[in-house]
Structure formats: C-alpha cells, structure tokens
C-alpha cells in the first residue's frame, strides 16, 4: 500500500514562499506521475501542479511562474516550491501518485492520495 505524507504548510503572508513536501512509500517516486492539488471549501478539487514519470512538468495557470514542481527520487519526496504568494492560494494542498498500466488490453489504474496539509496566506 502507497502512503503519501504532506508536510510543509502553515501561514504565509502575501508575496512570502512556502515549500511543500511529500514523502512517499515504497519506489513510487519516478515511477509515478506526481501531482499537487489544492481544495477550498465548496470547491472541486484542482490540479496545481504535475511531473510526469518522464520528468514533464505542467502548471495550471494561475500558479504558472510562481511556483515549482520537483522531485527527489533518492528521497523518495516530492515538492512544490510556492512563492509569491496570494491570498487566493490559500487551500488544502494534496500530493497524489498516480500510475496508468495496460495489462492485456485492460487498463489498471492505480491513485493514491496524502491527507493533505493547509496553507494560509493571509496578512
């Protein structure tokens, strides 16, 4: 069983960096694409941030430029490195692994998610 474990959250103010972290169990990282995603209350939850498998990095837009997906496959960690921050980036950030296999015509999927962390940012 793959266990997600965020770290890393708190209270920022506006324009201030946070570094988020997740640690994963066994050899997910770099054999899992890793994602970031956030939720507020009465929101769907949204993508933030992915590394592919093969090390491609995709942003929604608005964290585009302001924050940082990276990976430590030695450390079996992923990261999000926030900054400039608003106060609409305030959320509940998840770290997710997520695996797509075709085994004789059949697709397994295969998604984790970590319990998640808060960031506030607020004056």
């Known amino acids: 069983q793959v266990q997600l474990e965020e770290s890393g959250g708190g209270l920022a103010q506006p324009g201030g960096s946070l570094r988020l972290s997740c640690a994963a169990s066994g050899r997910v990282v770099g054999n899992y694409d890793m994602a970031w995603y956030r939720q507020t209350p009465g929101k769907q939850r949204e993508l933030v941030a992915i590394?592919?498998?093969?090390?491609?990095?995709n942003y929604s837009d608005s964290v585009k430029d302001r924050f940082t997906i990276s990976r430590s496959t030695a450390k079996s960690t992923v990261y999000l490195q926030m900054s400039s921050l608003k106060p609409e980036d305030t959320a509940v950030y998840y770290c997710?692994?997520?695996?797509?296999?075709?085994?004789?015509?059949?697709?397994?999927?295969?998604?984790?998610w970590g319990q998640g962390t808060q960031v506030t940012v607020s004056s």
């Open positions: 997710n692994a997520n695996l797509r296999v075709r085994r004789a015509g059949i697709l397994n999927e295969y998604d984790y």
């Open positions: 590394i592919t498998v093969g090390g491609t990095t």
